[in-house]
């Protein structure tokens, strides 16, 4: 079956525009992560969603970062007024749920993301 | 704080040659635990979890967990010019209101000369 899409797989903008990343989990996943990867960097943990509810979003690093996610499928990671250092690879992950043995998470390509 | 630590590398093996990945975690009640592959500029790929000690074997991969110790390694057998990639050891956190979330280290850098 299909994996985890991401679009749009590279995205270049200006300092203090926003942006709107999106990612399409495997079908029957109910548990989406994102997560994000600057150069020479480990992934960073972002947000996580069980279902269309996001009861982590520690990882946010700031309240330009925003995510929702509709009908239990797609999500959506709005990134407002964005700045140079927000620029990284945004991955996107899910699983078939959080309890162990089902939890494996499939990473999406991933959108990179270029803050001029 | 939460961490997971691994050999920066780069780690050098001949092909052919078993090639040891290891990984140690801080959290003693994470209960799974992955493998995930990245080559350069691409996202990371399963390879395998594991959630019991012992080892777990699949293919050419075998991955060892020793929760006493806090230790997950990675064994690769008859390594390949092919395996030359970032190699990721990654612990879900299950703490407080995180129950999912995944604690990557920083990798280990394989490179399998032919």
């Known amino acids: 079956g299909a994996g985890v899409s991401q679009s749009p797989s590279n995205k270049v903008t200006e300092k203090g525009k926003d942006v709107e990343l999106r990612c399409d989990p495997i079908s029957g996943h109910t548990a989406l992560y994102w997560y994000r990867q600057s150069l020479g960097q480990g992934l960073e943990f972002l947000i996580y969603f069980q279902g269309n509810s996001a009861p982590d979003k520690s990882g946010l690093p700031s309240d330009r970062f925003s995510a929702e996610r509709t009908g239990g499928s797609v999500s959506t990671l709005t990134i407002q007024r964005t700045q140079q250092e927000d620029s990284a690879v945004y991955l996107c992950a899910s699983s078939f749920s959080w309890v162990p043995s089902t939890d494996t998470q499939y990473f999406g390509p991933g959108t990179r993301l270029t803050v001029l | 704080q939460k961490e997971v630590e691994q050999n920066s590398g780069p780690l050098s093996v001949p092909e052919g040659a078993i090639a040891s990945l290891n990984c140690t975690y801080s959290d003693r009640v994470s209960q799974s635990f992955f493998w995930y592959r990245q080559y350069s500029g691409k996202s990371p790929e399963l390879i395998m979890s594991i959630y019991s000690n012992g080892d777990k074997e699949d293919g050419r991969f075998t991955a060892q967990l020793n929760k006493a110790s806090q230790y997950v390694s990675l064994l690769i057998r008859d390594s390949q010019p092919s395996d030359s990639a970032t190699y990721l050891c990654?612990?879900?956190?299950?703490?407080?209101?995180?129950?999912?979330?995944?604690?990557f280290g920083k990798g280990t850098k394989l490179s399998v000369k032919p």
């Open positions: 990654a612990v879900k956190s299950i703490r407080g209101g995180s129950q999912g979330n995944l604690i």
